[in-house]
Every structure is written in structure tokens, then in C-alpha cells.
């Protein structure tokens, strides 16, 4: 579907200051284009969950605060973001980090006790967390998948921002405020209305 292999528009390539995307602007296109949009060895797909995932809105109750930390975390140790969903009890990212740095690891515990702190200590927590000092807001593990090509990047990016839907918070993934949908319909990689892709639907993803 054009993935990397679209014609050069009359309108020419679209380059974006944040985001290396570059849309074709052609009658009756709808399906996002990502043509150079990651880096090789560098893209992830993360999905990040609470501790209690029932009846805990906590990250979509906190987003304001859940972003400054991100940012925060961002700002000393650079990742890009190219996608990013809130749910109300977990979270999907697509994240790249620069070259000759892979330690997404360190990034995720900066931004999980960083969001955990600005929290009051009334949540449950286990006798060995108790025990640690350990907060019982986020889950200790963290799924995590290295994006392989520009068709698995695409896959991706689709299941993340169809996320709210297929969760049932939404109908239509223009009304879910917290992801990067937003960002990329201004910059024109998603229509308005999208409505998802089949590409996603080859993916088994846990949430
Ligand atoms: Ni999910």
C-alpha cells in the first residue's frame, strides 16, 4: 500500500520539523504513509501497565502529570516519540531512542517512579513491595517489541492509535484526547476520520 514506495506527489514530500513522515498527497489515498519514518534497530513498541487494572483510571486522571514526567525523562535522556496511547489503567508507545542507545529500560523506570512519586502513597501494595519501599502503581514487567520494518512499523502505529476503540472508550479514534492521533491528523499521516486498517489485525499484542 505504498509503504516506502510512494510516487512523489505534484505537491512534492512534506517533511515535518518533529517527525521525519512524509505524506502522499494523492486522490482517494487514505491509508497512513510512514515512508522513512524509523530508524532500523532503534523503534519500539511498548505496552506499560498498571498494577490494579480494574476500576483504576489513574493514568488518564494524571495524564497532565504522567506528560511532564515523560518530557522530564525526554529531556535527559532524548527519545522520539512517534506514537503514544493512554489508557485509562495502561499505555501503548512507539518510541525511538538514538543511535548506539538501546536502554529504553532506564527510560521506562524514570518515567514509571517519576509518575509514581507525584502520587500520595494510598494505593495497596503487596507485603514485599511494603518490605522494598516499592510503590504499587505500575507493574514491575513491561511488554516490549522491536519494530523489524517499515510494514511491522505501520502495523503498529495503526494498533496503537485504534487502541481506545478497540478497548471500548470510544467509538471513533478522533474522540480519545489522549494519544498522538491528534498530532498526526495536523500533520496530515491520518485522515480525520480514520477508522483503522486490517494492518493491525495479523498483530497479537497483549491489550
Ligand atoms: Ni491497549
Same mark, same amino acid.
Given at each position: 500500500?505504498?509503504?516506502?514506495?510512494?510516487?512523489?506527489?505534484?505537491?512534492?514530500?512534506? #517533511?515535518?520539523?518533529?517527525?521525519?513522515?512524509?505524506?502522499?498527497?494523492?486522490?482517494?489515498?487514505?491509508?497512513?504513509?510512514?515512508?522513512?519514518?524509523?530508524?532500523?534497530?532503534?523503534?519500539?513498541?511498548?505496552?506499560?501497565?498498571?498494577?490494579?487494572?480494574?476500576?483504576?483510571?489513574?493514568?488518564?486522571?494524571?495524564?497532565?502529570?504522567?506528560?511532564?514526567?515523560?518530557?522530564?525523562?525526554? #529531556?535527559?535522556?532524548?527519545?522520539?516519540?512517534?506514537?503514544?496511547?493512554?489508557?485509562?489503567?495502561?499505555?501503548?508507545?512507539?518510541?525511538?531512542?538514538?543511535? !548506539?542507545?538501546?536502554?529504553?529500560?532506564?527510560?521506562?523506570?524514570?518515567?514509571?517512579?517519576?509518575?509514581?512519586?507525584?502520587?500520595?502513597?494510598?494505593?495497596?501494595?503487596?507485603?514485599? #513491595?511494603?518490605?522494598?519501599?516499592?510503590?504499587?502503581?505500575?507493574?514491575?514487567?513491561?511488554?516490549?517489541?522491536?519494530?523489524?520494518?517499515?510494514?511491522?512499523?505501520?502495523?503498529?502505529?495503526?494498533?496503537?492509535?485504534?487502541?481506545?476503540?478497540?478497548?471500548?472508550?470510544?467509538?471513533?479514534?478522533?474522540?480519545?484526547?489522549?494519544?498522538?492521533?491528534?498530532?498526526?491528523?495536523?500533520?496530515?499521516?491520518?485522515?480525520?476520520?480514520?477508522? !483503522?486498517?486490517? #494492518?493491525?489485525?495479523?498483530?497479537?499484542?497483549?491489550?
Amino acid at each position: 500500500m505504498g509503504l516506502g514506495l510512494a510516487p512523489p506527489s505534484a505537491f512534492g514530500a512534506l #517533511r515535518y520539523a518533529n517527525a521525519p513522515y512524509i505524506r502522499s498527497i494523492s486522490a482517494g489515498y487514505f491509508m497512513p504513509d510512514y515512508r522513512r519514518a524509523f530508524c532500523p534497530g532503534g523503534t519500539f513498541f511498548f505496552t506499560v501497565n498498571l498494577l490494579q487494572r480494574r476500576n483504576n483510571p489513574l493514568l488518564t486522571r494524571h495524564v497532565e502529570t504522567l506528560r511532564a514526567v515523560v518530557r522530564e525523562v525526554r #529531556r535527559k535522556h532524548p527519545f522520539h516519540i512517534h506514537g503514544w496511547v493512554v489508557l485509562p489503567e495502561h499505555l501503548h508507545a512507539i518510541m525511538e531512542l538514538p543511535q !548506539g542507545d538501546a536502554d529504553f529500560s532506564m527510560r521506562w523506570r524514570l518515567i514509571k517512579s517519576g509518575f509514581s512519586k507525584q502520587l500520595p502513597v494510598d494505593e495497596r501494595r503487596s507485603r514485599v #513491595r511494603m518490605n522494598r519501599g516499592e510503590r504499587g502503581i505500575w507493574q514491575r514487567r513491561f511488554w516490549e517489541h522491536l519494530i523489524r520494518d517499515e510494514a511491522d512499523f505501520a502495523a503498529h502505529m495503526d494498533y496503537l492509535h485504534f487502541n481506545p476503540v478497540k478497548h471500548g472508550y470510544v467509538q471513533c479514534v478522533a474522540d480519545w484526547p489522549f494519544s498522538t492521533f491528534h498530532r498526526l491528523v495536523a500533520a496530515g499521516v491520518y485522515p480525520q476520520d480514520w477508522a !483503522g486498517s486490517a #494492518r493491525a489485525d495479523g498483530l497479537s499484542l497483549p491489550d
